[in-house]
């Protein structure tokens, strides 16, 4: 695993356990208290400048996706907190130790700077432990979750995010309030985790469209808007499947939606 990917694992899995945890214990205002005045202003100044700067793609909105690892830490430690979330990540001491490394490391791939195969190797082990530990805390509500594989999140070329905060398995459905031309082409990164290891294949498809496949944790689905693909609500299914027997839905194992606008040519 690349660096990059493993240390963007770790802040990404960490985010999904802060919300669903802190939610859940809480309460909705747990990030006013968890992060205070101060914090939540800086928050909202990097989200202000990231819309900025990627006008006018669509970014997200919610400051925690704005927070880095370091944030994210400090929060999960905190002693008022630390109580809520160590039965998803275990003892502390090993999370403190983990996590020190990571600190460590994340800085050099990120200007560049190689890193010796023990350290990567170590960066992908710690981000497939962040992984596994938040994945079964966040099935453990379904125990079909153990089986069968997830969704984490989609991205269209538009900057339209729908990320599974809450362990979420059913379809959704994505209104992305985009209209498109024919002949336009939408690429959609696709990330997705299967609790026992196996390879996930993604499929893409419209009501008319032939479905396009690819295969991976992490995988790039296109969809080029074609003239069959003419009406006000135009759904793209892009569903997951495991290399397993049996699946979720039958044919399947999760599918998210996309809607658009497609136009008729002038």
């Avoid at 479905?211 to 995988?219: D, F």
């Amino acid at each position: 695993m690349d660096p990059i990917e493993a240390i963007a694992i770790i802040e990404n899995d960490l985010r999904l356990l802060v919300h669903a945890t802190l939610s859940r214990e809480v309460g909705p205002g747990w990030a006013d208290e968890a992060f205070g005045e101060a914090m939540l202003t800086q928050l909202q100044a990097r989200a202000d400048e990231e819309a900025r700067r990627r006008r006018p793609a669509a970014v997200s909105t919610d400051p925690l996706q704005y927070t880095h690892l370091g944030e994210l830490r400090r929060v999960i430690e905190k002693a008022a907190y630390w109580p809520h979330f160590l039965g998803a990540l275990g003892e502390k001491k090993t999370f403190t130790v983990y996590m020190d490394a990571v600190m460590d490391y994340r800085n050099a791939p990120a200007h560049s700077r190689t890193l010796l195969q023990y350290e990567k190797d170590l960066l992908t082990g710690i981000a497939g432990w962040v992984r596994t530990r938040v994945t079964i805390s966040r099935s453990s509500r379904d125990a079909n979750q153990e089986y069968y594989p997830l969704i984490e999140k989609i991205t269209d070329s538009f900057g339209t995010e729908w990320t599974n905060e809450n362990g979420k398995t059913d379809h959704s459905i994505v209104s992305t309030g985009i209209a498109l031309h024919v002949g336009q082409e939408v690429v959609f990164s696709c990330s997705g985790w299967d609790p026992q290891g196996r390879e996930l294949k993604w499929s893409i498809a419209t009501f008319i469209s032939p479905s396009m496949e690819a295969v991976g944790a992490e995988a790039d689905l296109q969809w080029v808007v074609a003239g069959t693909d003419v009406r006000d609500h135009q759904y793209v299914d892009i569903s997951v499947t495991s290399s397993g027997e049996y699946h979720r839905y039958g044919s399947h194992d999760q599918r998210v939606s996309f809607e658009y606008r497609v136009l008729p040519p002038l």
